[in-house]
């Protein structure tokens, strides 16, 4: 059975900074396209990030420069540092994974993935 969790949410000020951790199990780390999403109340769940098993990433545009991605395969586990953090990037964030062997980052913009985590809530307070 895969699991996700993610870890690391909070209420920050804006400017600061916040590193989400998600843990997976019961699937195969290393060979799984991995990714953030996150979603405010009333809109769409929208991809913020994902990292490819080779370790190409991509980026929506509103975090581009802010938001880093990582994986540590020995840890199965994935990461998103957040700095500068602004009002905006307030939401419930969660982690997704793809085993498909054409996963891609249509794959996640479409959201078309095989697994999600829970959420984590990140507050940014101006």
């Known amino acids: 059975q895969v699991q996700l969790v993610e870890s690391g949410g909070g209420l920050v000020l804006a400017g600061e900074s916040l590193r989400l951790s998600c843990a997976a199990s019961?699937?195969?780390?290393?060979?799984?396209?991995m990714g953030w999403y996150r979603q405010t109340p009333g809109k769409q769940r929208e991809v913020v990030a994902a990292?490819?098993?080779?370790?190409?990433?991509n980026y929506a545009d509103s975090v581009k420069g802010r938001f880093t991605i990582s994986r540590d395969n020995e840890k199965n586990t994935v990461y998103l540092q957040m700095n500068s953090l602004v009002p905006e990037d307030t939401a419930v964030y969660y982690c997704?994974?793809?085993?498909?062997?054409?996963?891609?980052?249509?794959?996640?913009?479409?959201?078309?993935?095989?697994?999600w985590g829970l959420g984590t809530q990140v507050t940014v307070s101006s």
């Open positions: 019961g699937m195969r780390f290393s060979l799984a396209a």
């Open positions: 997704a994974a793809d085993q498909g062997i054409d996963s891609s980052w249509d794959t996640f913009l479409a959201g078309a993935v095989d697994y």
């Open positions: 990292i490819s098993p080779g370790g190409n990433t």
